[in-house]
Structures are given as structure tokens and as C-alpha cells.
């Protein structure tokens, strides 16, 4: 019994991430307000989340000594901050973690401040992948 409490202590002291494995069409309207965003379709944006992702919240990436995070994959060596890398440059000013949940609000924020000083080629799946024939990665109601 003294488990079972300590444990449920454990639990309401430390609450799980609530992460979300999206579906192509829900994804879509999450995101709906990133739509032609510096010039980027909402399809462009889907197509190049499922290639780098997979619609899963909690992706997190090693890459060649730092990491990727969330959907977007967000790197901890000049986006956000975490206990890996500590001279971050942390351009969005957040830790790390934030992009691993089921918020994308933050996500959303940093990854237009990705595109404003980067652009879509930042995320390395866009090219190849999501450059044309994007017809699969439209969602009719939105």
C-alpha cells in the first residue's frame, strides 16, 4: 500500500507530458493559422511535419551532437534550450520540453521565427519531399 501511495504521489508531483500522435487532417486544423505564412501553404507545412516527425509530439532526434524536438524538430543548439547543450543560443527563448506536448502554440511561434530567419529549407525534408505534388497532404473541411 505504501507503493501505491508513493507512487501516486510521484504522479500528481510530476505529471506526465500530454503528447498527441495527430492525424493528417486534424494536424491541419491546428495549424490552420500558419497557412500562407511567408508564402508556405498549409499542405506544404503538412507534407514537411509528416516527413520529419511523423505527427508525433514527443519526436525527439539526436543529430550530430544536439536534438531535435516535436513536431517541427526544433533544435536545442540555436532554438530553445535544454540541459544538453547549456550555450544554446535559445532564439525562441523556451526550454526544449515545450515542444514535446500536445500545445502547439509555442511550437507554432518558434518554428515562424524559424522560417522568417532560415526559411522552409530549414527543415531538411521540405525540399525533397514537399515541393510539388502536394494534392495527398490537402484536407477538404477546414
Same mark, same amino acid.
Given at each position: 500500500?505504501?507503493?501505491?501511495?508513493?507512487?501516486?504521489?510521484?504522479?500528481?508531483?510530476?505529471?506526465?507530458?500530454?503528447?498527441?500522435?495527430?492525424?493528417?487532417?486534424?494536424?491541419?486544423?491546428?495549424? %490552420?493559422?500558419?497557412?500562407?505564412?511567408?508564402? /508556405?501553404?498549409?499542405?506544404?507545412? #503538412? +507534407?514537411? !511535419?509528416?516527413?520529419?516527425?511523423?505527427?508525433?509530439?514527443?519526436?525527439?532526434?539526436?543529430?550530430?551532437?544536439?536534438?531535435?524536438?516535436?513536431?517541427?524538430?526544433?533544435?536545442? %543548439?540555436?532554438?530553445?534550450?535544454?540541459?544538453? /547543450?547549456?550555450?544554446?543560443?535559445? #532564439? +525562441?527563448? !523556451?526550454?526544449?520540453?515545450?515542444?514535446?506536448?500536445?500545445?502547439?502554440?509555442?511550437?507554432?511561434?518558434?518554428?515562424?521565427?524559424?522560417?522568417?530567419?532560415?526559411?522552409?529549407?530549414?527543415?531538411?525534408?521540405?525540399?525533397?519531399?514537399?515541393?510539388?505534388?502536394?494534392?495527398?497532404?490537402?484536407?477538404?473541411?477546414?
Amino acid at each position: 500500500m505504501m507503493s501505491f501511495v508513493s507512487l501516486l504521489l510521484v504522479g500528481i508531483m510530476f505529471p506526465a507530458i500530454q503528447a498527441k500522435q495527430f492525424r493528417k487532417c486534424e494536424l491541419s486544423q491546428v495549424l %490552420k493559422d500558419m497557412d500562407g505564412f511567408r508564402g /508556405i501553404a498549409l499542405p506544404k507545412w #503538412i +507534407c514537411t !511535419i509528416f516527413h520529419t516527425s511523423g505527427y508525433d509530439t514527443q519526436t525527439i532526434v539526436s543529430n550530430n551532437g544536439s536534438t531535435e524536438y516535436g513536431l517541427f524538430q526544433i533544435n536545442n %543548439k540555436f532554438w530553445c534550450r535544454d540541459n544538453q /547543450i547549456l550555450q544554446s543560443r535559445n #532564439i +525562441c527563448d !523556451i526550454s526544449c520540453d515545450k515542444f514535446l506536448d500536445d500545445d502547439l502554440t509555442d511550437d507554432m511561434i518558434c518554428a515562424k521565427k524559424i522560417l522568417d530567419k532560415e526559411g522552409i529549407d530549414y527543415w531538411l525534408a521540405h525540399k525533397p519531399l514537399c515541393s510539388e505534388k502536394l494534392e495527398q497532404w490537402h484536407c477538404e473541411k477546414l
